[in-house]
């Protein structure tokens, strides 16, 4: 049962982080935007996502590790 939660978790981190890299891939395309929008708009998302990404990507490095012990 516990390597079964163990593994549920670290497939919601994982997909939240490809689902986080997938948006951002296709949302942030600049054709459509101007130099400054696109500057200050990448500048936000850096901002937001500086912290979010890091942290998901260990909780699911840690989960996979945890994952292979069990």
């Keep these: 049962m516990m390597l079964s939660t163990v593994r549920l978790a670290n497939i919601a981190f994982a997909a939240l982080i490809a689902g986080g890299m997938f948006v951002i891939w296709a949302g942030y395309n ?30 699911a490095v840690l989960l996979t590790l945890i994952s292979a012990f069990l």
């Design 30 to 59: 600049p054709a459509t935007l101007s130099p400054s929008t696109y500057v200050e708009q990448q500048q936000n998302a850096i901002r937001g996502l500086n912290v979010l990404m890091p942290v998901l990507g260990a909780i």
